[in-house]
């Protein structure tokens, strides 16, 4: 494939929730991308077999994906959730992870993410369990790391007090803690290895 130009109809970006985590995608050129390759190639040869409009929404909606991905590999609007029943509908679903995503660095209580979502902290807490798969705690300790592990590799000049408090914990201790028990090395070690 020697030049592709991709055009994504916004409705359809829209349509699958992506609007907010591409809203940060700008036009690029000279990229090369072998799984965005894989993929626009593929649609490209069944376009010729009269391909179905199945066939291309779920090739877009792998190109969105990866593209959300690619811009945003820490934020948590790169994973899809599936409508559980009995769990938090997408709006509020999107509320409460952007609100998340917008205040790592602050101190967030179970109250007030069911304040954010209109719920109340019990209904909230089971319903956000059922469709995330994990306690609104250990969510919020997962995306608190998974920025971390973002800053340490983006400049690893920072030290682990700094990234410590950019995500949220008070301590530099219990950070090293948790973020040694979730990824299995130290905070230093890992960003001596980025």
Same mark, same amino acid.
């Given at each position: 494939?020697?030049?592709? %130009?991709?055009?994504? !109809? *916004?409705?359809?970006?829209?349509?699958?929730?992506?609007?907010?985590?591409?809203?940060?995608?700008?036009?690029?050129?000279?990229?090369?991308?072998?799984?965005?390759?894989?993929?626009?190639?593929?649609?490209?040869?069944?376009?010729?077999?009269?391909?179905?409009?199945?066939?291309?929404?779920?090739? %877009? =909606?792998?190109?969105?994906?990866?593209?959300?991905?690619?811009?945003?590999?820490?934020?948590?609007? !790169?994973?899809?959730? &599936?409508?559980?029943?009995? =769990?938090?509908? =997408?709006?509020?679903?999107?509320?409460?992870?952007?609100? +998340?995503?917008?205040?790592?660095?602050?101190? +967030?209580?179970?109250?007030?993410?069911?304040?954010?979502? =209109?719920?109340?902290?019990?209904?909230?807490?089971? #319903?956000? &369990?059922?469709?995330?798969?994990? *306690? *609104?705690?250990? @969510?919020?300790?997962?995306?608190? +790391?998974? &920025? !971390?592990?973002?800053?340490?590799?983006?400049?690893? $000049?920072?030290?682990? #007090?700094?990234?410590?408090? $950019?995500?949220?914990?008070? %301590?530099?201790?219990?950070?090293?803690?948790?973020?040694?028990?979730?990824?299995?090395?130290?905070? #230093? %070690? @890992?960003?001596?290895?980025?």
């Amino acid at each position: 494939m020697e030049y592709v %130009a991709l055009f994504v !109809a *916004p409705e359809f970006v829209e349509s699958r929730e992506f609007e907010r985590a591409l809203s940060a995608v700008s036009p690029f050129t000279n990229h090369r991308d072998a799984l965005l390759e894989s993929i626009l190639s593929s649609l490209a040869r069944e376009m010729h077999n009269d391909v179905s409009s199945c066939y291309a929404e779920h090739a %877009a =909606g792998l190109v969105l994906a990866h593209l959300t991905r690619s811009v945003w590999p820490d934020r948590a609007e !790169a994973r899809v959730y &599936r409508s559980v029943r009995g =769990g938090l509908v =997408g709006w509020r679903l999107r509320r409460v992870l952007e609100h +998340i995503e917008d205040h790592l660095n602050e101190e +967030i209580s179970l109250a007030e993410l069911s304040m954010v979502a =209109g719920l109340s902290q019990r209904h909230f807490g089971a #319903t956000f &369990r059922r469709t995330v798969g994990e *306690p *609104p705690h250990q @969510y919020l300790v997962a995306r608190r +790391i998974a &920025r !971390a592990q973002a800053l340490f590799q983006r400049n690893r $000049a920072l030290s682990v #007090t700094e990234v410590a408090m $950019a995500v949220g914990f008070t %301590a530099s201790t219990h950070f090293a803690t948790v973020f040694r028990k979730v990824t299995g090395q130290s905070p #230093t %070690a @890992y960003r001596d290895s980025s």
